[in-house]
């Protein structure tokens, strides 16, 4: 039989780092940019947060490895599609396929190696308390900061002055030129916190879901959590819905391959992706609607002219 | 000061020369990363590089393998082409290329042990046709759902390869196999082997010697391509939909047929070209015969410039990197990723590199442009 709060646990452990890395991603895409090189920027999060925590013992080092590993990825991106303006769509791929190879090469020699366990934020005692205590108390950290970074990119992005520049960037790049903000700045900025967000994504992922380093990990994460930026039109809390959605299918087709129910594995495997692009054509369908909440200038290249 | 000042019509000469620019470049680049993981790099950059050509050791091995490996990344590539070019992004080739080794396979499987001559190319049209289908998911979805095309495309890959994992381990598993996972030989039985049309012949440099009809289809392919883009009304109107999507609309271009057109030809040319694969150089289906073509492809599209002709000097130089790449790791222990990160690096530059097509560079601060 299947535990639901087990599999509750499990969900919120598993949509964790696509959590974190749409997040990041829904940031660059309001600023007006189409990074496609999530899974890159991810897979590179994963191996550097491995490596660090092998080597320093420090859960916490390990994660700002896995952060800066993500937004060094970013660097490339921003530096390509903003100053050399380059083609966003084709940059992405090539951030994925390089930092698929890059990451393969840095973890040569890192799968099985020990890292140290990443202690519990909240005391072992609230752990026990029935129901709950393991469904919301007893998470990582990551976690939780996975959860605040909603409502702060939601608060930021709709209610402050900083926000308010980087849809104007997003919507309109001429304009917001014109009324003296600086675009290029702008992006490469959220397209840094976009890397990072994925990269943290990425070391949750090899220090505390898997706990190893396997090369290829990501196993399409940084694709999903691209898909989910879609999927919750642009706004912070939808996100929150479908990684708990892809999470949930996720960890119950893992407990369905141990059980005897007779479904084919390779459904089961391919359930998640299916789902995924199931909601995406729900979600896009209605072509107003999806135009409406769309960044205006996603994916469209600045270049100031005079 | 330097100033980006934007071409009114991109240089040809820059995008000719960029590509050539993009490889030396990633060769320095390269051979930075290469001296990092303690190697020579001179020495790693001539093992890749010249060694599986023109060296007396291994020339005689490595020639062959050439042609074999730039085969399926030019028949993926030219396929890709015809949708990047119409800014169609299908970017799941590797699905389409599994799928259409499998239905091959399975096709092909199907009439063991007859030898029949019919068998190879019905498997050559099922793999068209599978690959083709499996392009059509997006395809539709994108019309019919205004669906990302890359998203569905991309997450489709790892459908397709859940499916390959069933199929090698269950319904396409060799009977005689002992309970091994993969199906039958393919390339050692007669009916459903791949062809070598000049085995044996020795003929041009021993570069065909391994050459099955699959690297014929590539250049076959590379041929109509070039036919198309440069004389036939639909090329002119992928580039149309490509650069100035509102005014194909008016010419009476319909998007819709312009999506399934490029993913169909893209995801047909994926499929065959894994069919060509499962049945020749790879043998059989196994969990992971597939080894990363259809995303290989995508670097070869675009260091060709999207252009036939380049395309097919982007697929040799690819396959150049595949086997220098396994000769390095060979002999000078260089480790296998570092290939595929060396191809990420190509990809970079030449992106970075498109903005001297794109933009004149000027010094100093000017006047008004």
Redesign the interface.
């Known amino acids: 039989m299947i535990d639901p709060i087990t599999l509750i646990v499990a969900l919120v452990t598993i949509s964790t780092p696509v959590l974190l890395a749409a997040l990041g991603e829904l940031v660059v895409e309001k600023s007006g940019v189409l990074n496609l090189g999530v899974e890159g920027m991810m897979i590179m999060g994963a191996v550097c947060g491995f490596i660090v925590a092998n080597q320093t013992g420090s859960p916490t080092l390990a994660f700002i490895a896995g952060m800066a590993g993500g937004a060094a990825m970013a660097a490339i991106f921003a530096v390509l599609t903003q100053f050399l303006m380059s083609n966003q769509v084709a940059t992405g791929l090539a951030l994925t396929l390089f930092g698929l190879g890059l990451a393969a090469l840095l973890g040569v020699g890192y799968e099985g190696q020990p890292i140290p366990d990443v202690a519990k934020p909240l005391p072992e005692a609230l752990r026990t308390i029935p129901i709950i205590g393991p469904i919301a108390l007893g998470h990582d950290l990551v976690t939780y900061i996975a959860i605040a970074a909603i409502f702060a990119v939601w608060y930021v992005l709709k209610h402050t002055r900083t926000g308010l520049i980087i849809r104007a960037v997003g919507e309109n790049h001429d304009a917001a030129h014109a009324l003296g903000y600086k675009v290029i700045r702008i992006r490469c900025m959220a397209i840094l916190f976009g890397g990072a967000m994925a990269g943290l994504g990425g070391a949750f992922l090899s220090l505390i879901y898997v706990e190893n380093w396997v090369q290829g990990m990501t196993a399409g994460a940084g694709w999903i959590a691209l898909a989910l930026v879609v999927f919750a039109a642009w706004k912070p809390g939808r996100v929150l819905f479908g990684a708990w959605l892809f999470g949930g299918i996720a960890a119950l087709q893992l407990r369905l391959q141990t059980t005897e129910i007779n479904v084919p594995v390779a459904l089961l495997d391919a359930s998640p992706y299916l789902v995924t692009i199931f909601v995406l054509v729900l979600m896009s369908s209605d072509r107003a609607k999806a135009a409406l909440n769309a960044p205006a200038a996603l994916g469209k290249t600045f270049h100031a002219s005079g | 000061m330097i100033r ?1 000042e ?1 071409r009114p019509t991109p240089s040809r000469a820059w995008a000719l020369s960029t590509p050539i620019i993009a490889v030396i470049l990633t060769m320095i680049a390269g051979g930075l990363m290469f001296a990092a993981l303690g190697k020579d790099p001179f020495e790693v950059i001539r093992v890749i590089f010249w060694d599986p050509l023109f060296s007396e050791r291994f020339a005689a091995f490595s020639r062959p393998q050439l042609l074999v490996k730039a085969g399926p990344l030019i028949l993926i590539a030219i396929g890709l082409s015809l949708g990047f070019r119409a800014g169609i ?1 299908n ?1 799941g080739a590797e699905g389409q290329y599994i799928i259409g080794a499998l239905c091959g396979a399975a096709f092909g499987l199907s009439f063991y042990p007859s030898e029949s001559p019919l068998i190879f190319p019905g498997m050559v049209i099922a793999g068209l046709l599978g690959g083709t289908l499996w392009a059509m998911i997006p395809a539709l ?1 994108k019309i ?5 095309e ?3 495309s ?6 397709a390869e ?2 390959l ?2 199929a090698a381990t269950s319904w396409l598993r060799n009977p005689d196999g002992q309970g091994f996972p993969g199906s039958r030989n393919l390339s050692r039985h007669a009916g459903t082997e791949n062809p070598i049309p000049l085995e044996g012949l020795d003929v041009l440099g021993g570069f065909f010697d391994l050459a099955h009809v699959g690297i014929f289809a590539a250049m076959a392919a590379v041929i109509a391509a070039y036919v198309l883009f440069q004389k036939h009304l639909l090329g002119y109107q992928i580039k149309l939909a490509g650069q100035a999507p509102r005014a194909a609309k008016f010419s009476g271009v319909s998007p819709a047929l312009m999506v399934v057109l490029c993913l169909g030809v893209s995801g047909a040319l994926a499929g065959v070209a894994g069919l060509f694969e499962v049945s020749g150089p790879a043998g059989q289906i196994t969990i992971d015969f597939n080894v990363g073509y259809g ?2 492809a ?2 070869v599209a ?1 260091l060709g410039r999207l252009h036939p002709v380049g395309i097919l000097f982007a697929g040799l130089l690819m396959a150049l990197t595949y086997i220098g790449g396994e000769l390095a790791q060979l002999l000078l222990q260089v ?11 190509l ?2 530059f030449l ?2 590199l ?2 001297l097509s ?2 004149r560079v000027r010094f100093g601060r000017g006047g ?2």
Do not use: C, H, R
């Open positions: 980006l934007k992004w970017i979805l019919k759902a205004n669906t990302n890359i998203l569905v991309l997450l489709l890959v790892y459908v859940a499916i994992a069933s995303f290989t995508i670097i675009f480790p296998g990723p570092a290939i595929q990160a060396f191809q990420g690096m990809l970079f992106l970075a498109d903005v794109n933009y008004a442009a």
